[in-house]
């Protein structure tokens, strides 16, 4: 089921929104940025642009300061080119970098391990993924700025402040000045989470958007009403807290039932239910098998009522951008952003639209948006709430009324796009669907950010960040101590998928402002998209474009000093760990590498002994010999006073993230 109509993809067509550009790569990225360059070729050559010689013209020899890539996107139009530069840490950091320091350091490892007993890996070059999409946001654009005549050509982005920005709501719910939330430290209770397994085996996972379902659930398989009623609280905070400590009560009572038992329970009692998938049976999906791009652009029939009012003619020499007397340093100055979106995708993607430049308007329900309220506060609204919707315009419009859908069409009459992620159908139930808006204004670029796409297949669990790890095969990579598949309780794909929204838009606009299509534009994204994006290297290896090896997870280990816990990195250079943990220079230090790989270590393996030592004598020794390592930060609400991170906050009743991208 979908919200509209299939529809002729943009892809298919003579034009794309960086057709007649070219990117250009450094020949070989620094190892640490692997991934993320890796996306942006992918997701550039995607949108059509191809590649050019080397790096951009004015690209420099890589700094010795530090990990530094410098990628150009130019034409077709003369002194429009887009250049960024990207590193892993931010300005400044000259140290060694790579993912598994970056997750060490920008307080990853730690919101991950709050369910699994103590600060861990992910299982994924996650960060870099998601820097490697913001990188991506930040040349389209700057491709953009330079059509719309707003004076923009450089950005700069790091891995890092991606990462502090992606991961903002948990440094601001733990700094919140009032009653800010508790933050555990290691080493965490071990407790009862999901997934389950069944009587025969099988590992699912359950999802509920209310109480009746959940608590008729777990009564028919038995589990007395207190316990359910307490693992409730701590089911639905799990969103927040990246932590779900149930009562033992429910695995014991699930693991008496097989599985095909528990899918008509759940089927009787409006639970939704949905057991592991493994990479190889993601493999033999539709949409993998055939590479789906991120995101749906797509272009639609212009309506002959309405017409067609281009800005420009688009692609010839005579090109005359439009200028923008005044307009600040922003590449998005003047767009508009009318949004209908709830919790963490749809937000944190006009929030990124936000950062850019754009002016956004966010329609909430008569009272507010209920997540407004929800501890803990700062100032006068939640402090997760604040970092995915301060400084936004907003309208409070009942929208299931005949004169909310008026309003909503006012609204979006003078706008550039419009973001809603409701459920499938409900759009055109609304009539409020891409026809619907657009006889109030044909050029507006309408997107939808869903969970779970227009793949088919049949019918899908509940579209929630963690059934939709469950499915895509994002849980069978993120693995427990024990070595066991489970989805990770930070909402990767949530946010994944908010960068995988905000890219696609850029696209449209840019698809819109440069000419490449005369009708409609209409662009979907989903959560089932972002997972196919970080898991590419495992579902499909190397990506289009020249030859190269994979982008491959960093290796490593996690190991505790005689004063704190840090991350050491892999290079892929022995040599250099056996030099870094060789005797000389730190008494006491052990001689075994103990590599292993810092994405899923297999039990048994252990770490080298480093507890002889302070963590700064162990970061100098790895640093000098150009070892990645970073202390593991344990104390979420630490990160906003790092020396190395305190630059990329801002405090407006807690610690909100700036935005990760500077531009000139």
């Not at 951009?56 to 250049?83: D, F, K, M, N």
């Not at 420009?312 to 307009?327: E, I, K, N, S, T």
């Not at 299931?400 to 009459?413: I, L, S, Y």
């Not at 495992?538 to 840090?566: E, K, Q, W």
Request: include cysteine; hydrophobic fraction near 40%.
């Amino acid at each position: 089921m979908s919200s509209a109509p299939p529809l002729t993809p943009l892809t298919t067509g003579d034009a794309l929104p960086l057709d007649g550009r070219l990117v250009h790569l450094p020949p070989s990225p620094p190892a640490g940025l692997a991934t993320a360059t890796d996306v942006v070729r992918d997701h550039l050559t995607r949108l059509g642009a191809r590649f050019g010689p080397g790096g951009p013209a004015s690209a420099a020899p890589y700094a010795p300061t530090g990990p530094e890539a410098v990628i150009g996107l130019s034409g077709p139009h003369p002194g429009r080119s887009a250049e960024l530069t990207l590193r892993g840490w931010p300005v400044g950091d000259p140290t060694p970098f790579d993912e598994t320091a970056a997750q060490a350091a920008c307080g990853l490892m730690a919101i991950h391990g709050r369910a699994t007993g103590g600060p861990r890996p992910l299982g994924l070059d996650y960060l870099g993924t998601v820097a490697g999409v913001a990188a991506t946001q930040a040349l389209l654009a700057t491709a953009l700025a330079g059509l719309r005549g707003v004076p923009v050509h450089r950005a700069h982005v790091s891995v890092a402040e991606a990462a502090v920005f992606s991961l903002g709501q948990y440094a601001a719910a733990a700094t919140a000045e009032e009653e800010p939330e508790h933050v555990p430290t290691p080493p965490y209770r071990r407790t009862a989470r999901p997934p389950f397994v069944s009587a025969d085996g099988v590992r699912f996972e359950v999802e509920a958007l209310d109480v009746g379902p959940w608590r008729d659930f777990w009564k028919e398989l038995g589990v007395p009403a207190k316990d359910i009623a307490t693992s409730w609280r701590h089911f639905v905070g799990r969103y927040a807290r990246a932590a779900a400590p149930l009562i033992t009560t429910l695995a014991q009572c699930a693991a008496r039932h097989r599985y095909a038992t528990l899918c008509l329970v759940a089927e009787r009692t409006g639970m939704s239910i949905c057991s592991l998938r493994t990479l190889a049976d993601r493999r033999a999906d539709h949409d993998v098998r055939y590479d789906d791009d991120p995101w749906e652009l797509r272009e639609l029939a212009q309506d002959p009522l309405t017409g067609d009012r281009p800005l420009y003619a688009g692609g010839g020499d005579g090109f005359v951008p439009r200028a923008l007397p005044g307009a600040p340093r922003l590449p998005l100055a003047g767009i508009r952003v009318v949004e209908s979106t709830r919790r963490i995708q749809g937000p944190l993607a006009t929030r990124l639209l936000q950062a850019l430049g754009a002016h956004i308007i966010r329609i909430e329900p008569p009272g507010g948006d209920p997540l407004r309220g929800v501890p803990p506060i700062a100032g006068d609204m939640s402090a997760r709430f604040a970092v995915l919707n301060a400084g936004k315009e907003v309208r409070e419009i009942d929208i299931r009324t005949a004169a909310g859908r008026r309003a909503v069409a006012e609204t979006v009459a003078d706008a550039d796009v419009f973001l809603h992620n409701w459920a499938p159908g409900k759009a055109a139930q609304l009539r409020l669907d891409d026809e619907d808006l657009a006889r109030v204004n044909p050029r507006l670029v309408y997107a939808w950010a869903s969970a779970w796409d227009r793949v088919p297949g049949g019918a899908r669990p509940l579209g929630t960040d963690f059934m939709v790890q469950a499915w895509s095969g994002v849980a069978d990579r993120v693995r427990t101590p024990e070595d066991t598949p489970a989805p990770s309780l930070v909402t990767l794909l949530d946010v994944l998928g908010g960068h995988i929204a905000a890219e696609g838009i850029l696209a449209a606009l840019l698809a819109r402002e440069s000419g490449a299509t005369a009708g409609r534009l209409r662009v979907d994204s989903s959560l089932l998209g972002a997972s196919r994006v970080l898991l590419r290297p495992l579902l499909r290896g190397v990506g289009r474009g020249p030859a190269g090896p994979p982008a491959t997870t960093a290796s490593g280990f996690v190991a505790p000093t005689s004063d704190g816990l840090i991350a050491v990195g892999g290079t892929g250079r022995s040599a250099e760990h056996t030099l870094a943990t060789g005797t000389t220079g730190v008494t006491g230090a052990t001689g075994t590498t103990g590599r292993r790989p810092a994405t899923a270590p297999p039990a048994g393996d252990p770490a080298p002994d480093l507890s002889s030592a302070p963590s700064a004598a162990w970061l100098k020794r790895f640093h000098e010999a150009g070892v990645p390592a970073r202390e593991v930060v344990t104390d979420i609400a630490s990160l906003p006073e790092d020396p190395a991170f305190s630059a990329l906050f801002t405090h407006h009743g807690c610690a909100l993230p700036t935005p990760p991208w500077r531009f000139s």
